[in-house]
C-alpha cells in the first residue's frame, strides 16, 4: 500500500554541535557510510519528542563523552542526507557550544582534530549543510585573537578577553572590522539590535582604534558601516556611551549627526 505520509518530503531535524577553541573548531572524522573517512562535527538526529537542545547535549555526550557548560543558537540551515541509497530532506540546527571533560570518541568517529577555521574551506566536510556551516563560519568566526586581545585591552585594560564570549556577540550582533594595507587587525566596533516597549534600536558597543593608526579615517569607516548595518535591520535609533574624556571620539559621534542625550546612566552589578 502506498503511504500517503510518506509523499510529504517534511525534513528532520538534526544538531551540530560548533565547538571553537583558540579559533579552531573541532571536527571529527567519520566511520560510518555515508561519508566515512570525510571529517564532520559533532551531532546527530533529534529523537521523538526531544528538544533540540537537550539532542544536542545526548549527541556530544554519545560522541565526545563530556557535557554541554554554554549552548547558543548559531543558524539553522537547510540540507539533505541519505539512507540506505534514499535521500531525503534535514533541517540542521548549529549551535557555538562550550564543553567540559576531556575527549573520549565513541566508534562513529576514529579520530577527532583542531582545524583553524580559515582552513575550513579546503576541508573535505562531509553532508551538504555542514558545508554551509563551513563557510558561515569561516566568514563570521575566523580571527586573530591576538590582535582582538590588543584591541579589547585599549579599550578597556581591566577586561578579562573570553573567546566564547566573542562569538556569541558575533551571533547576537554584528561585528564590523577593519584592516590596513598588511591585512592587520587595527580596528572594530559591535552593534547589537534590540526591540524596547516604544522602538526598535540598534546599540553600538566596544569601538575602538589600534593607538597606532588613529588620525586615518578607520573609526569614521567603522562607524558609518555600523549605521548602515542598523538601517538595514530597520532600527529607528542607535544608541551609544563614550567616555567624555575620549575627545576624538566624541567629536567623530558629533560629525555624523549623534547628538548627546542627557539622562541619567545606571549600572547595577549582578553577583551571580
Known amino acids: 500500500m502506498s503511504c500517503e505520509l510518506c ?22 572524522a567519520r566511520n560510518e557510510e555515508p561519508y566515512k573517512g570525510w571529517w564532520d562535527f559533532p551531532g546527530g ?32 540551515i537547510p540540507g539533505t542526507a541519505k539512507w540506505k541509497e534514499r535521500t531525503f530532506p534535514i533541517m540542521n540546527h548549529a549551535y557555538l557550544v562550550d564543553i567540559h571533560g576531556d575527549i573520549a570518541l565513541n566508534k ?14 579546503g576541508t573535505d566536510i562531509a553532508f551538504d549543510s555542514n558545508k554551509l556551516l563551513a563557510e558561515h ?14 584591541l579589547i585591552f585599549q579599550l578597556d585594560a581591566s577586561a578579562a578577553f573570553n573567546e566564547q564570549k566573542l562569538y556569541r556577540a558575533i551571533i547576537n550582533g554584528h561585528l564590523e572590522t577593519i584592516y590596513n594595507g598588511q591585512g592587520i587587525l587595527v580596528g572594530m566596533g559591535w552593534i547589537f539590535p534590540r526591540q524596547t516597549l516604544l522602538r526598535k534600536q540598534a ?16 573609526g569614521r569607516k567603522i562607524l558609518k558601516n555600523l549605521i548602515s548595518w542598523a538601517k538595514s535591520q530597520k532600527c529607528e535609533t542607535i ?14 559621534y558629533k560629525s555624523e549627526g549623534f547628538k548627546l542625550h542627557e539622562t541619567n546612566h545606571y549600572l547595577f552589578t549582578l553577583n551571580n
Open 7 to 28: 509523499s510529504f518530503e517534511n525534513p528532520k531535524d538534526t544538531v551540530t554541535a560548533v565547538i571553537i577553541k583558540d579559533n579552531r573548531v573541532l571536527l571529527l
Open 45 to 76: 538526529y533529534a529523537r521523538k519528542g526531544e528538544l533540540l537542545k537537550e539532542a544536542m547535549a545526548r549527541e556530544v555526550k554519545e560522541e565526545l563523552g563530556v557535557t554541554i557548560r554554554g549552548i547558543t543558537l548559531i543558524k539553522s
Open 108 to 121: 562513529e568517529n576514529t579520530h577527532y582534530s583542531w582545524m583553524p577555521t580559515a582552513a575550513l574551506l
Open 137 to 150: 563560519l569561516d566568514r563570521h568566526f575566523c580571527f586573530d585573537l591576538e590582535r582582538i586581545k590588543k
Open 203 to 218: 546599540v553600538i558597543e566596544d569601538m575602538i582604534v589600534d593607538e597606532s593608526q588613529r588620525g586615518k579615517g578607520y
Open 239 to 252: 544608541e551609544l556611551t563614550t567616555n567624555p574624556k575620549r575627545i576624538a571620539a566624541n567629536e567623530l
